[in-house]
T-cell receptor, first 112, second 113 residues
Framework: GESVGLHLPTLSVQEGDNSIINCAYSNSASDYFIWYKQESGKGPQFIIDIRSNMDKRQGQRVTVLLNKTVKHLSLQIAATQPGDSAVYFCAENMGGGFKTIFGAGTRLFVKA | DAGVTQSPTHLIKTRGQQVTLRCSPKSGHDTVSWYQQALGQGPQFIFQYYEEEERQRGNFPDRFSGHQFPNYSSELNVNALLLGDSALYLC????????????FGQGTRLTVV
């Protein structure tokens, strides 16, 4: 069935280091992928997205990489800061308004 | 722009009762999706509304129903509440028939006792 999974449930990094959060997806029909950040007590916050016709997209301190061959998605956060501590979700969507499927999430801890 | 707003923020109900949750979309958005997020889990898609009709539905029983109004705001109704319905209920809105990034509200924390 359709699923979006994450390789690691918890990631701990030192402040200033780069973080990499990985995600696997199984639905080859998905053409739109999104990373969300969720802080305690808040709703998910959009970070960055990428469409299936791209393999890399950069934002401010974040980069998303998409490898369609192995159905893998990653989020890279440069110079990780304490404010980056949160749960990160990857999500996939088949576009055209279809439902978005979320993974279980990875909790990122940033050590000062 | 107030973004996506949900009400109430917290709610406690008794088993068997009914509940209505509300969502006002971000300005310019016409598509509303509802999600259930259990503690420690990712959000699970309940359904999506566009043009006042349910367009997509996830694997949730008929006890979960919704409505979208002409101003694009939406309600989620849950009947015959079960203890397992306790969760954070999230509303996400998007524009252009849902084919854009979704913005989430802060959620409604429902506790069923």
């Amino acid at each position: 069935g359709e699923s979006v999974g994450l390789h690691l449930p918890t990631l701990s990094v030192q402040e200033g280091d780069n973080s990499i959060i990985n995600c696997a997806y199984s639905n080859s029909a998905s053409d739109y992928f999104i990373w969300y950040k969720q802080e305690s007590g808040k709703g998910p916050q959009f970070i960055i997205d990428i469409r299936s016709n791209m393999d890399k997209r950069q934002g401010q301190r974040v980069t998303v990489l998409l490898n369609k061959t192995v159905k893998h998605l990653s989020l890279q956060i440069a110079a990780t800061q304490p404010g980056d501590s949160a749960v990160y979700f990857c999500a996939e969507n088949m576009g055209g308004g279809f439902k978005t499927i979320f993974g279980a999430g990875t909790r990122l801890f940033v050590k000062a | 722009d107030a973004g996506v707003t949900q009400s109430p923020t917290h709610l406690i109900k008794t088993r068997g009762q009914q509940v209505t949750l509300r969502c006002s979309p971000k300005s310019g958005h016409d598509t509303v999706s509802w999600y259930q997020q259990a503690l420690g889990q990712g959000p699970q898609f309940i359904f999506q509304y566009y043009e006042e009709e349910e367009r997509q539905r996830g694997n949730f029983p008929d006890r979960f129903s919704g409505h979208q109004f002409p101003n694009y705001s939406s309600e989620l109704n849950v009947n015959a509440l079960l203890l397992g319905d306790s969760a954070l209920y999230l509303c996400a809105t998007s524009g252009r028939q849902g084919d854009t990034e979704a913005f989430f509200g802060q959620g409604t924390r429902l506790t069923v006792v």
